[in-house]
C-alpha cells in the first residue's frame, strides 16, 4: 500500500518561510517522480512544484518561481518544499504526490499522480 504523509505545514507571517516535507512508503521512491500542489478554499488544486526521479529536473509553478525550492532525499524517501518569502496568496492546503508511473511524467498535472498525502495547511497572515 503507497502511503504519503505531509508535515511542516502551520502559520506563518507575510515574508516568513516554512518547509513541508514528505514521506513515502510502499514504492521505490528513486524510481518515481514527485509533485506539490495546493489548493485554496473554492478553487481548484494547482500545480506548485515538482521534481524528477533523479532529482536533476525540477519544474516550479510561475508563482512560486525564484521563493520556493523542491528537492528529494531519496535514502529517505521524502521530498522537501522550502518555502520562501511567502505571501498571503500562499495560503492553501499542500499536496505531495507520487508519479502515477515510473521515471518520466508530464509533471504538471493532477492526473500525473496516482497517490497524495492528506494534505497539510500553510497560513501565511499579514
Known amino acids: 500500500q503507497v502511503q504519503l504523509v505531509e508535515s511542516g505545514g502551520g502559520l506563518v507571517q507575510v515574508g516568513g518561510s516554512l518547509r513541508l516535507s514528505c514521506t513515502t512508503s510502499g514504492r521505490t521512491f528513486s524510481n518515481y517522480a514527485m509533485g506539490w500542489f495546493r489548493q485554496a478554499p473554492g478553487a481548484e488544486r494547482e500545480f506548485v512544484a515538482a521534481?524528477?526521479?533523479?532529482?536533476?529536473?525540477?519544474y516550479y509553478a510561475d508563482s512560486v518561481k525564484g521563493r520556493f525550492t523542491i528537492s528529494r532525499d531519496n535514502a529517505k524517501n521524502t521530498v522537501y518544499l522550502q518555502m520562501n518569502s511567502l505571501k498571503p496568496e500562499d495560503t492553501a492546503v499542500y499536496y505531495c504526490?507520487?508519479?502515477?508511473?515510473?521515471?518520466?511524467?508530464?509533471?504538471?498535472?493532477?492526473?500525473?499522480?496516482?497517490?497524495w498525502g492528506q494534505g497539510t495547511q500553510v497560513t501565511v497572515s499579514s
Open positions: 521534481i524528477s526521479w533523479s532529482g536533476g529536473s525540477t
Open positions: 504526490a507520487i508519479g502515477r508511473r515510473m521515471y518520466r511524467i508530464s509533471y504538471y498535472s493532477t492526473e500525473d499522480y496516482g497517490y
